[in-house]
């Protein structure tokens, strides 16, 4: 469907969604969706919109199928190949950092109908009907998101990084050159006042600027740089990061202590999970509130898919329980086959 035949599902309360997602994380997608559905209100209707250029349509038919039984949920897909061919993106998709990823940001110039609109990453977990979100006051910002605990505690520290081998402190002045770090944002969660973001910027800038600057997190590097004072901090309830590793687990102790304590009471009424680092849920399941991933992700037509991968990456497994308990953990103790006894 092209942008200029794009409107609205619904004509009252509608709340669009988006998520952005090649196929191969299709099924990711589609937990987040279980769970957004999970906590949806009758007196809502949930515009979901998946852009994409490569979901398979088998895939595209299971996700569909997700959404059919409640007449207040829409799912559609958007290609967002005719806007694509105006901008040139050639160099910014990379293995670690797929094109998607800047999906998110272009949202609001690819779907032009709307005042409004809530991104939310494929390695998000809603708790909460996000509609209680949707309708916050920004204040006349031109968007909403919540600060980053794991940032805030590297630069609390000045932890070096090993990709670029710069300080926090460094890579924030020479970067960033932005005025108050303590008030970065994570991007996992962003809603966006569609009609204010595009007065302010236009989609060749933002284009422009991720191609200038060699940004670690790339889009959400980018929105801070470009939208400081332009930000209003939401409640820690709706992106709360979770440690995967050690080292976002030090950022997180390290972080200034109202930080910590707003964290720690998000988690006590938690509106979506982010397992922003790696190695994320479905590879490993004992990361922290991994059950709750799970209990969600076995209630998805994609369980198949995902257990199926979870094995492939069993090196990647090996490695966090090495690191985790210091020393080979068993993790995948299969039955003995007990025929070639008989």
Not at 250 to 274: C, F, K, M, T
Request: overall charge negative; charged content about 25%.
């Amino acid at each position: 469907m092209r942008a200029e035949e794009w409107f609205p599902a619904f004509e009252r309360n509608n709340i669009p969604i988006v998520l952005a997602s090649s196929n191969y994380y299709a099924p990711y997608a589609g937990v987040v969706i279980r769970s957004l559905i999970d906590h949806a209100s009758d007196e809502n209707n949930y515009d979901i919109i998946i852009i994409e250029r490569d979901i398979s349509n088998p895939n595209k038919r299971i996700l569909l199928q997700m959404a059919a039984r409640r007449k207040n949920i829409s799912l559609r897909f958007y290609n967002p190949g005719g806007f694509l061919a105006r901008v040139d993106v050639s160099s910014l998709g990379t293995e670690k950092f797929p094109l998607e990823l800047y999906y998110r940001v272009l949202a609001p110039y690819m779907l032009g109908c709307y005042e409004r609109l809530l991104t939310v990453d494929a390695d998000m977990l809603v708790k909460r009907d996000i509609a209680r979100l949707f309708w916050t006051d920004l204040e006349g910002a031109c968007i909403g998101a919540v600060p980053d605990i794991f940032w805030q505690g590297f630069y609390e520290v000045n932890y070096v990084f090993a990709v670029n081998n710069m300080s926090a402190r460094e890579y924030c002045e020479q970067v960033l050159g932005i005025r108050d770090p303590m008030n970065y944002v994570s991007t996992g969660l962003v809603l966006y006042d569609c009609d204010k973001y595009r007065s302010e910027l236009d989609w060749q800038t933002v284009i422009s600027v991720a191609k200038s600057k060699p940004f670690m997190w790339l889009d959400q590097c980018e929105l801070n740089v470009l939208l400081e004072g332009k930000i209003k901090f939401l409640d820690p309830l709706w992106n709360i990061e979770i440690p995967t590793n050690a080292r976002s687990q030090y950022a997180v102790d390290s972080a200034p202590i109202r930080s910590r304590q707003a964290y720690a009471n998000a988690l006590e009424r938690p509106g979506l999970l982010h397992w922003a680092g790696i190695p994320k849920p479905w590879v490993c399941p004992d990361v922290q509130y991994g059950e709750e991933w799970w209990e969600t992700a076995m209630r998805t037509p994609f369980t198949g898919h995902i257990i199926a991968r979870m094995f492939d990456a069993l090196q990647t497994r090996r490695e966090y329980y090495r690191n985790k308990y210091g020393k080979e953990v068993a993790v995948w103790n299969p039955v003995p086959d007990v025929t070639r006894e008989m």
